[in-house]
């Protein structure tokens, strides 16, 4: 796990599994942690990182409701957990689903933990203002990727926390059964403004990108859902971008176009590292 100042009061915490990032802000006396590391030694070494840091942990917020977003409450098992309204929705609608989840990759990678306890959610209205200390954090729907979400912008840092979107490292994915072409191009329109005005964007998964490059990779995903949608099959994946893993993420949009089919899965590349 690795941990980098942004800002004075942003830290980007990245877990070894999928680059996923977890992201701590701060202003005043309060300190929230959005998304989460993936590794059980990771979540453990949370609480230890915060202290160092001189932090006081105020409450837990997830971008959407997939499970390796969802992890906080194992390293702060009392602190509450904010989401979007549509992401309390779907967790309510499928009660037990990131356990499930949770449960087989463990299982996959021989790793143990304690079972993970949601508890009861925040469901907070997006677009809306969460306050934090003298700030207040802006919240903006981020659907598409899956069905539920929010980005956060943190206005006196100029830091964009996309969720699972603006990754380098990962094509624009929603797959059967998660979200759809049409909602993501509206959520990558809708961050268009944030990422122009953003000194730095950190993405679900990937390195944390400076604004300019950021707009590249915004640029280059509506390139490829465009392409994807006029070309079906034939679309070239960003550059960068065309891993057997990403080839895989592009086979399971194209069945999402095509409709639902028997057997189809929705599930991220096994993890390499």
């Given amino acids: 796990m690795r941990a980098v100042s ?16 977890c992201t701590i802000v701060r202003a005043g006396e309060e300190c929230f942690l959005i998304d ?17 840091a001189g932090l006081r942990l105020s409450g837990l ?13 194992a390293a702060f098992p009392e602190a509450s957990l904010g989401c979007a309204q549509s992401t309390s929705q779907r ?13 087989a990759f463990d299982e996959e990678y021989y790793l143990k933990r304690t079972p993970l306890m949601l508890g009861q959610l925040q469901a907070l209205p997006v677009p809306g203002r969460l ?17 539920d979400g929010m980005a956060v912008w943190v206005p006196w840092a100029r ?8 990754s380098g490292i990962e094509i624009p994915f929603f ?8 909602a993501y191009r509206d959520t990558l329109g809708r961050l268009r403004p944030l990422v122009q005005a953003a000194e730095q964007v950190v993405p679900g998964h990937g390195p944390v990108l400076d604004g300019e490059r950021a707009l590249t990779v915004l640029e280059e995903d509506l390139a490829y859902l465009g392409a994807l949608e006029e070309q079906g ?20 949009n194209l069945a999402a176009l095509a409709g639902p089919t028997a057997g189809g899965s929705s599930a991220r590349p096994p993890a390499t590292g």
């Fill in 6 to 21: 942004l800002h004075p009061d942003v830290i980007v915490v990245s877990s070894q599994v999928w680059q996923t990032n």
């Fill in 36 to 52: 989460s590391p993936v590794l059980p030694e990771e979540l453990q070494a949370l609480p230890a990182v915060l202290a160092q």
């Fill in 61 to 73: 917020l997830a971008t959407h409701g997939d499970w390796d977003h969802l992890l906080g409450r």
């Fill in 91 to 103: 967790l309510l609608a499928a009660p037990g689903e990131t356990q499930r989840e949770l449960r």
């Fill in 131 to 147: 306050a934090i200390g003298p700030h207040e954090l802006e919240l903006y729907p981020a659907e598409g990727h899956t069905c």
């Fill in 159 to 166: 830091v964009l926390v996309a969720g699972d979107y603006l």
């Fill in 175 to 182: 797959g059967e059964g998660r979200g759809t072409l049409s």
């Fill in 233 to 252: 099959a034939d679309a070239q994946l960003p550059a960068g971008r065309r891993t057997k893993a990403q080839r895989r993420l592009h086979a399971e």
